[in-house]
């Protein structure tokens, strides 16, 4: 006897349940993606309710509180808390303390401070310290810094721009505020000014800008950057080359995620603005 092929009809359904097969893990990725990005956000906006919070308590930001009210409260580390030509505690900014009194974001002095003082009030989950800000290393940056839930070395930062930059009628115009950065962070120059990478998605940063507030990379209160020298400037330096979004110049068109071009290449950074 001869051998006996498949007919047309099981080779049919051979191929639909290939075709189920692959549209299944392409649907459960999405799906992972999607939890990742819903994850992400709900991280930030309880670190949100946990300042707002704090404020409501101790009637100042974490990592801004002065010695006296640091005293006042019970907080332990008030000697960690020096005063210097460019931190002021009380001032309603998180600052490290930089030569550049314009954009004072960072994970040392203050910025530092910040996550010590949600932890030591219990706010938030995970035990940070500052002590060993001017070190930082791989291996020493969850002590310092909470990591990101949507993963590949992310984390969060708290920083404070004294506004205005570089100015209104430009593009793009940074408010005065506190904001929260979700970046990767590579290490510092030993004086607490830490590095950043870009380990966001275009499509990622698209996505969580959309969610959170207008999906716009250069306005309203969630930015977007790729600048990898130092989170001190990591949003406010924009160029039409950005592989995250395209510039928009002042009189003219753009201002958009660059997802066509650039849809998993790991080009973004985010900042999400938390205090006025």
Not at 27 to 55: N, P
Not at 99 to 114: P, Q, R, V
Not at 149 to 170: K, L
Not at 237 to 254: D, F, M, V
Request: hydrophobic share 40%; glycine share 12%.
């Amino acid at each position: 006897m001869g051998r006996r092929g498949f007919t047309l009809i099981e080779l049919s359904i051979v191929l639909v349940i290939i075709g189920l097969v692959i549209g299944g893990i392409v649907v459960g990725r999405d799906l992972i993606e999607g939890f990742r990005i819903r994850s992400a956000i709900g991280q930030i906006e309880k670190y949100k309710t946990a300042v707002g919070t704090f404020q409501l308590k101790y009637n100042a930001l974490p990592g801004d509180m002065t010695e006296a009210q640091a005293d006042d409260a019970g907080f332990t580390f008030p000697s960690s808390r020096p005063d210097t030509a460019y931190i002021t505690h009380g001032n309603q900014l998180i600052e490290y303390g930089n030569t550049n009194a314009t954009a004072l974001a960072g994970i040392g002095g203050e910025g530092a401070m910040f996550w010590q003082d949600l932890s030591f009030a219990l706010l938030i989950e995970g035990s940070f310290t500052s002590s060993t800000i001017s070190n930082l290393t791989t291996a020493t940056m969850g002590t310092i810094l909470p990591a990101s839930v949507i993963g590949n070395n992310n984390w969060i930062a708290a920083g404070g721009v004294t506004g205005g930059f570089p100015s209104p009628w430009q593009t793009p115009y940074v408010p005065r505020g506190n904001y929260f950065f979700l970046a990767g962070i590579a290490s510092t120059n030993g004086s607490g000014r830490p590095t950043t990478q870009s380990n966001l998605s275009t499509i990622q940063a698209q996505a969580i800008d959309s969610k959170v507030d207008d999906g716009y990379p250069f306005a309203g209160t969630v930015r977007a950057s790729n600048y990898t020298t130092d989170l001190q400037v990591n949003f406010l330096t924009q160029s039409a080359n950005n592989p995250c979004g395209a510039l928009r110049i002042w009189g003219a068109s753009g201002d958009i995620y660059q997802t066509k071009l650039y849809s998993n290449t790991l080009a973004c950074q985010l900042s999400f603005r938390f205090t006025n």
